[in-house]
């Protein structure tokens, strides 16, 4: 089994729809990340939770919501989704050096 | 200016080439990450160091912090290395990564 599980792999949602991403990682680390990955760009950092009762935005949280429902699970939810979030989502987790481990990714398309 | 820049964004090599790719950073950083993009999209965390080299297989991870540089080296390079190279800069301040741009390698047979 992967450390870090993403789903769904990939989704394709309409303008407006709430769609709700979903990692959970069998690492047992306290932290968990979620990026957003845009062709040519560096990936940017959407959240971030260093324990279940922490959560912290990134520098691209607008439009954007989590939840931390357990150490290991840490879903990411677009309220209203919208076609400039169609990207490439992945969910990684850490220890706490910094040494992250990553999702496969979640490529969403909002038509 | 970007806070982390690398350098090729595109290499195509012959097999069997010796690879550098390189990665400046302008920040303070309590580490410094290389990890590798494989062309079905999946991220791998290859090293992570904090000084001096790391060697894993075909792999080398250099840092000198004084001058905020970084490379990655392939040796004896091979097609299933082709995949996007990407450094990020551990910040000191807050621990968060601050992600390169990557680099794109091909490693034609």
């Known amino acids: 089994d992967a450390d870090v599980t993403q789903t769904p792999r990939n989704r394709i949602t309409k303008t407006g729809k709430r769609i709700m991403l979903e990692c959970s990682q069998t690492k047992g680390h306290d932290r968990m990340y979620w990026y957003r990955q845009d062709p040519g760009l560096g990936l940017r950092l959407i959240y971030y939770s260093f324990d279940v009762k922490d959560i912290n935005k990134g520098e691209i949280s607008d439009g954007y919501s989590v939840s931390r429902q357990a150490q290991a699970k840490f879903s990411l939810s677009l309220e209203s989704a919208i076609p400039n979030q169609t990207a490439l989502y992945f969910c990684?987790?850490?220890?706490?050096?910094?040494?992250?481990?990553f999702g496969q990714g979640t490529r969403l398309t909002v038509v | 200016k970007n806070e982390v820049e690398q350098s090729p964004q595109n290499l195509t090599a012959q097999e069997g080439e010796f690879i550098t790719i390189n990665c400046s950073y302008s920040?303070?950083?309590?580490?410094l990450h290389w990890l590798q993009q494989h062309p079905g999209g999946g991220i791998v965390s290859l090293f992570m160091?904090?000084?001096?080299?790391k060697k894993h297989g075909r792999l080398i991870a250099t840092i000198n912090i004084q001058e905020k540089h970084s490379s990655l080296h392939i040796t004896a390079s091979h097609p299933r290395d082709s995949a996007v190279y990407i450094c990020?800069?551990?910040?000191?301040?807050?621990?968060?990564?601050?992600w390169g741009a990557g680099t794109k390698l091909i490693i034609k047979p």
């Open positions: 920040v303070g950083i309590s580490a």
């Open positions: 160091l904090s000084s001096g080299k």
């Open positions: 990684a987790t850490s220890d706490y050096t910094g040494f992250a481990f």
């Open positions: 990020a800069a551990q910040a000191v301040s807050n621990y968060q990564l601050i």
